[in-house]
């Protein structure tokens, strides 16, 4: 077997690059976020039909033992092995018939035997199922051939989990899985997370919904409809999709509702050093506070973070593929922060398909597909030639990002790169 080539640290590669002042590293701005935020208060009960992607505020613990009684894992014939004595083959007696969901009204004694199907609870005395395929069945008696070993097709009660146990650790988002693992037990009701009210911010006069005309100069919006998918998710409520104008006395306002109304502004362009870029003042005019502006990455460089007025912000840039690897890898972090979810996605390390030529400089995250694995088990990545910041439609056939480290300007095909699966949403 070949071992993968060890890693000796994980991370952009930026700490060790002279980057620009201003910057900060991609971790040291994903250590901001968690330090500078906490999961917002309240919980619900949800009933467990509609808990589906919420978060759980609490562990969920099993009613009962599971199964909840010695049950049969077959069609067939209950009996007591130990009355079978001698050598076979023995003739039983079937006096009783014991479907799914109801109980037998005797027990069984001595060469006795109950028909019985799949799921129905073992009657009393009975310590085996014989399936219906080993058995000769004549009139209302049975033969059978070959002693049944105590226990045999019988699902024991609690063999599953007994009472009392925890199945779910509090932080967990609730798919179809850990929805089946609530049912098992017996949990017709989860303490959830209320959902996180998220407000949506897209600057840019020159933006225009696909639905409507566009003039000449303007281009059609696209953040907006892939951050609302973004953003649309059980354990979230978007309170408010807007489109802000490049003034900062109007970005002000529509600022202040929406952090009144909001635990997590979202905001997307309008935060480079341009005349026409007004986010940040308008927030500082609100009298909110900057951690962070400025990321050592490409695309995605002008991110910025911070709070007012009691609500996170998070600043995305304009262009659309900037947004979107930002949101992927500050906005789910940020998200799973606040909203108390654990176990968020987690790098992983993958071989590169083909050399990549490229400007060193800012750790570079690259949409990458994963097809396959290499003679030696590792899985391997193809991408794009270069990255564009303004091109989103390599999006959905990408599986994730791959790591550009910030001083490299060639990587031959077949080197070990961090990859960062895409969230679901
Ligand atoms: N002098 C400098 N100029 C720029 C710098 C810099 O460091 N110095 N950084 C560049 C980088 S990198 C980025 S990224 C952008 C980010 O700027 P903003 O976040 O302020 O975004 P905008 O200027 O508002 O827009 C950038 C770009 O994206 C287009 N855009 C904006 N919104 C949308 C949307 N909803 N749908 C589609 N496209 C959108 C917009 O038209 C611009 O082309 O700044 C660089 N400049
Ligand atoms: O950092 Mo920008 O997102 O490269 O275009």
Redesign the pocket.
Known sequence: MTILQPVTRSGCGCEGHDVAKKLITIDAALALIADRTAVVDGAEDIPLDRALGRILAGPVTSRFMSPPFDNAAMDGFALASAALSGDGPWTLDVVTRVPAGQTSAVPLFGLQAARIFTGAKVPEGADAVVMQEDVKLTGSTIRIDQRPKPGLNIRHAGSEMGAGVTVLDQGRRLDARAIAACAAAGAGSIPARRRLRVALL???D??RAASAGRADAQ??????P?LSAALTQPHLDLVAVE?GL?SRDGLFLQLAEMTACADLVIT???????E??H?KPALLALGGDIHFS?VAL??????SFGCVRGSTWL??????L??FVTWQLFGTALVARLTGEAGQAARRHVVTGANISRKAGRCELRPAICTGFDGHGREVVTFDAETH??HVCALPDSDGLIFLPAGCDFLPAGALVEFQPFCRT
């Not at 281009?219 to 907006?224: A, E, M, P, Q």
């Open positions: 897209v600057t840019g020159e933006i281009i059609w919006d696209i953040n907006t892939m489109q490049d997307t362009g309008g935060i480079s050093v341009g026409e870029d986010v400025g490409k695309p995605g460089k002008p991110v600043g995305l840039p304009g262009n659309p900037s947004a910041s303004a």
